[in-house]
């Protein structure tokens, strides 16, 4: 979704915030702005596409100063265009205004402006936070944002810039992300650290309702009323080089051959040396942990496709009810949320606006929320009661890959350690599983070594109109997420079903056009999924299936078999997606698709 970058200091603020842009193009966008102030006068630059063609606008219309604002737009109100890209400007010329988020009263706010003389150019609902401010702007840049904020409703992170204050950057949050990152004679605004790694490691977030003003030289952080707050100032774990390629064609590429290493740091992080399994800053208590009668999960997008697996592992770990919900679901549909439950809600980016919408709804109910998250310092772990981080370190590419896999070893953790807990499982039991999750990353390598024979399947099925994805029990949301990720970013339609259900619909679609991806590793359910293969074969169907090494059944009648290490089927999830997500890849690029930035998709849903 959209980005912001702000600077202010010494140095030409152009190649800085373009760097910046650069860095965000991971969000998904589809026009992109900058505006500097210069002897006294704003001057943007705007276009439609990518950053390259910015800079190559650059080159043509020059812009010089120390102190400016950038942004990288993804169309809600308006189209792609540069009339409707950021920055924006009010009448005059000397207010300049960057927004992330949506004004939902943008349509009352404009008549109001229009009718007091203002002439409205775009169709954003962004605009009118400029000219808002600029009526509201009495020689204070602070107060009139202040007192535009007043009248906004919905969300927003702005970054503001004045002609008449050429010192100072202003900017406000409220539910749409936002840092402060901190320079030596220069300070910097981004939505988004990825924004400002080349530059600074030191950031403040701002919490919903804060404003920070910034000059070269000094940093204030401030509520809506102008009171100043005091704020930690963190440091950013991770380095520059982890959000760049590292000699992968794509960053997808990248964080699927990544998992292995993220899941060998969760289970660093999650096993003591006694073989015992603990979180760091975990904080609900054990007498609360014990009490607990239900578990819902609220996600969206992958994380969803995670929390369904982690239903399976808690409903079979501590036999306790687990329901998962979408966080759009979820906030609408007045859940019944019960005394003793355990919200967990699960997000990469812990921006996704409906999760964090849904976990303020099950907050209502006095509940207490444990997040599975990512990004550290982000507005699902402020809000939660206790957070578990899954290590998984930045990841850049739209369609998410080591960040599932990274939720779902966090979810086996958790299980296990409530189970423990809870005296739901054995001591051997536990001590076997942990034991097999320590030879996952192992096995993970082992698929991603055989790259090239999936690859090869990929070219035969590129040209399939549909692909429709069969998995059963605990791999009933692996289908559900492999045939996400391959409409994701090759747009072939693609459905995930429960094997069981196949002959109350999906059967109807099969004939020598589809492909049918079966999940049928050695599990207790494998029989049921050789019917469903039977049945899809009588149909002519063109069956791709991932099976356990050594299955000599499957190849008395299929010809494309992906194999996978042996895996007891409970944690078979943690092996069967890595060849979905290479097919995916592979498919996508084969196709000519700019895999790391589907179209309309953005990797961080920050609006509802
Ligand atoms: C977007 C992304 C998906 C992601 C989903 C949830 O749709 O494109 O990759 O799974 O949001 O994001 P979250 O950050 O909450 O995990």
Redesign the pocket.
């Known amino acids: 979704m959209c980005g912001i970058i702000g600077y202010i200091g010494s140095k030409d603020a152009v190649p800085i915030l373009a760097q910046g842009l650069k860095n965000l193009e991971y969000r998904?966008y589809d026009s992109a702005g900058i505006v500097t102030i210069y002897k006294g006068k704003l001057a943007t630059a705007k276009c439609k596409g990518r950053i390259a063609d910015l800079k190559s606008l650059l080159k043509k219309k020059v812009l010089r100063g120390n102190v400016g604002l950038g942004h990288t737009r993804w169309a809600t109100h308006g189209v792609p265009s540069v009339v409707n890209a950021h920055p924006h400007l009010d009448c005059s010329g000397k207010i300049s205004v960057v927004h992330n988020g949506i004004i939902e009263n943008f349509q009352d706010l404009k008549e109001n402006l229009k009718k007091q003389g203002c002439k409205i150019k775009s169709q954003t609902d962004t605009e009118v936070a400029a000219h808002l401010i600029s009526k509201l702007y009495k020689g204070n840049l602070e107060a009139a944002v202040r007192g535009a904020v007043k009248k906004i409703k919905g969300s927003f992170a702005l970054g503001v810039i004045s002609s008449d204050e050429p010192g100072k950057i202003v900017a406000a949050r409220r539910d749409s992300p936002l840092v402060v990152g901190l320079g030596s004679g220069e300070n910097f605004i981004a939505s988004d650290v990825a924004a400002i790694l080349n530059y600074t490691k030191q950031v403040i977030y701002l919490e919903d309702n804060q404003m920070a003003v910034i000059t070269k030289d000094s940093v204030n952080m401030l509520d809506m009323r102008g009171n100043k707050v005091n704020k930690d100032i963190n440091t950013i774990s991770y380095r520059q080089e982890d959000v760049q390629k590292r000699g992968f064609s794509h960053f997808m590429a990248k964080e699927i051959h990544e998992q292995p290493q993220v899941l060998s740091r969760i289970i660093s992080c999650c096993v003591s040396r006694q073989n015992t399994i603990r979180f760091k800053d975990f904080n609900l208590d054990s007498s609360f942990l014990k009490k607990v009668e239900n578990i819902i999960i609220i996600?969206?997008?992958?994380?969803?496709?995670a929390g369904l697996v982690g239903k399976y592992i808690m409903e079979s770990f501590l036999r306790i009810p687990t329901s998962v919900d979408y966080?759009s679901e979820f906030r609408y549909r007045k859940p019944v949320i019960r005394k003793n439950s355990l919200v967990i809600a699960?997000?990469?980016?812990?921006?996704?606006a409906d999760?964090l919408a849904g976990v303020r709804e099950a907050k209502k109910s006095k509940v207490r929320v444990l997040s599975i998250?990512?990004?550290l310092g982000s507005s699902?772990t402020r809000e939660s009661d206790s957070v578990i981080y899954t290590h998984a370190g930045p990841?850049i590419s739209?369609?998410?890959t080591k960040?599932?896999t990274a939720?779902i070893m966090t979810l086996y953790f958790l299980g296990l350690y409530l189970a423990n807990l809870r005296n739901s499982l054995s001591k051997s039991y536990i001590n076997g599983a942990i034991a097999s999750l320590k030879k996952v990353p192992t096995k993970q390598r082992e698929i991603l070594q055989n790259s090239s024979a999936i690859k090869a399947i990929a070219k035969k099925h590129l040209h399939f109109g549909a692909f429709l994805y069969l998995g059963r029990n605990i791999n009933f949301p692996t289908a559900l997420e492999g045939a996400?990720k391959l409409k994701?970013i090759s747009y072939i339609p693609a459905e995930g079903y429960a094997a069981g259900e196949m002959k109350h619909g999906p059967i109807a679609l099969i004939d020598e056009y589809r492909a049918v991806v079966c999940i049928a590793n050695n599990s207790f359910v494998f029989d049921k999924m050789v019917s469903n293969i039977q049945e899809t074969l009588a149909r002519k169907g063109k069956i791709i299936a991932i099976a356990t090494q050594g299955n000599k059944q499957l190849r008395e009648y299929l010809k494309e078999i992906i194999f996978i290490p042996p895996i007891e089927e409970e944690f078979s999830p943690l092996l069967t997606i890595i060849p979905l997500q290479l097919l995916a890849y592979y498919i996508a690029v084969l196709k000519g698709y700019d895999v790391d930035k589907p179209r309309n998709?953005?990797?961080?849903?920050t609006v509802e």
């Open positions: 998904g996600a969206c997008g992958t994380a969803y496709h966080g699960i997000s990469q980016s812990g921006e996704t999760t998250c990512n990004v699902l990841e739209v369609a998410s960040a599932y939720q996400l994701e998709l953005a990797k961080s849903v």
